[in-house]
């Protein structure tokens, strides 16, 4: 009964900050890797950052410097601290977890940056 939520999407004005989290449930949170991915209409989903049990993380190229993974294990709960926002930011974002040979994703949040 793996479960991940996501909230925490809207819209917000270019240069703006939002922050998303996702609240997991069946799974060890502590030891497990978490990411964040989005898909945007037409196009197909793309890894956004990632973070491991040990706290260290990863971020892809079109994000680095404006977002921050982070992770709450007391509250088993990943966030995505966006900040910097632009247009090509805007997507549904998943969060992802691998447990035990399966990737769980959760039901995406949606995030619009326009003016």
């Known amino acids: 009964q793996v479960q991940l939520v996501e909230s925490g999407g809207g819209l917000v004005q270019p240069g703006g900050s939002l922050r998303l989290s996702c609240a997991a449930s069946g799974i060890i949170f502590s030891i497990t890797t978490l990411r964040w991915y989005r898909q945007a209409p037409g196009k197909e989903r793309e890894f956004v950052a990632t973070?491991?049990?040990?706290?260290?993380?990863n971020y892809a190229d079109s994000v680095k410097g404006r977002f921050t993974i982070s992770r709450d294990n007391a509250k088993n709960t990943v966030y995505l601290q966006m900040n910097s926002l632009k247009p090509e930011d805007t997507a549904v974002y998943y969060c992802?977890?691998?447990?035990?040979?399966?990737?769980?994703w959760g039901q995406g949040t949606q995030v619009t940056v326009s003016s």
């Open positions: 992802n977890a691998p447990w035990v040979s399966t990737n769980y």
């Open positions: 973070i491991s049990s040990g706290g260290n993380t």
